[in-house]
């Protein structure tokens, strides 16, 4: 494999697969790096790594790692710093790298006790030229789907017309072909609005989203000190709530779904007393 990009230093490329995607908990299982050197010339080098800690289920089920594949794998501690090694020098890239990988990798090499300096270093996000370069608006949409350029964009009839053209486009591109819900469950793809609604509506209980619906089905706070919270547990253990919130700055729509919430839990038999 060969590259055309102008270098003056290695460009290491890399991507990790890992237990989760919390920087602090999660784990790296598998790394590759793929250094592009200024010459033309490509050197790639690939890890998996025992995390020391299981895989959940749903992130085995996204990359297909699972704690069997890894069991006779070294730990990252002890391929830390042949890693470090191949990566001296090396200006860093990814896709979505700033925000996950580089973060994880660092936090790897910091638990490992390996000196990664990060300071000279430059980062290249080919996931943020990817949406810089490639705007996800209503003009490229229109573009892409219907061929055709949005002539008085933002104005609100020529806005409406061309959404409706958009979706016809996507219906009559996409109908048959299978798609993943957020749940990752495979759906497949119908002129159909209950189903076009079951694949992109959100889990939000009120329209601004201040609370949501969560794993379980259960209604929970998505903002503030009470964020995942059962909106329920939160009323009856701190009434004093509901009176902030009918007072707040909040949506009506927001006001009237706790309301309704909240006589819900009288109707159920709560008396009010703790």
């Keep these: 494999m060969t590259h055309q990009l102008v270098l003056k230093k290695p460009l290491a490329f890399f991507d990790l697969e890992t237990t989760g995607i919390n920087i602090a908990k999660d784990r790296i299982i598998d790394i590759c790096i793929a250094k592009a050197l200024p010459n033309g010339e490509v050197v790639v080098k690939t890890h998996r790594v025992n995390p020391g800690m299981p895989i959940p289920v749903e992130s085995s089920m996204i990359h297909g790692i699972f704690d069997e594949d890894v069991k006779d794998a070294p730990p990252f501690k002890s391929v830390a710093r042949t890693l470090a090694q191949f990566l001296e020098g090396c200006d860093l890239a990814g896709f979505n790298c700033n925000r996950f990988d580089v973060p994880l990798l660092v936090e790897e090499f910091l638990r490992a006790n390996v000196d990664f300096d990060m300071k000279n270093r430059r980062l290249v996000d080919a996931q943020r030229i990817f949406h810089l370069m490639e705007p996800r608006n209503l003009s490229a949409a229109y573009r892409f789907y219907c061929g055709k350029e949005l002539l008085n964009a933002h104005s609100a009839e020529a806005d409406t017309l061309a959404t409706l053209e958009v979706l016809d486009a996507q219906v009559q591109k996409y109908v048959g072909r299978m798609a993943k819900d957020d749940n990752g469950q495979d759906v497949v793809f119908q002129n159909d609005v209950d189903m076009l609604h079951n694949l992109t509506a959100n ?4 329209l601004a989203g ?11 706070f998505n903002f503030g000190k009470h964020k995942g919270l059962p909106v329920l547990d939160v009323l009856k253990k701190e009434p004093s709530f509901y009176d902030w919130m009918l007072k707040g700055e909040f949506p009506l729509d927001t006001k009237r779904r706790l309301t309704e919430i909240r006589l819900r839990m009288f109707a159920n038999g709560f008396n009010g007393k703790k």
């Design 203 to 206: 889990k939000n209980v009120d």
């Design 210 to 220: 201040r609370m949501i619906v969560n794993e379980k089905g259960e209604e929970v």
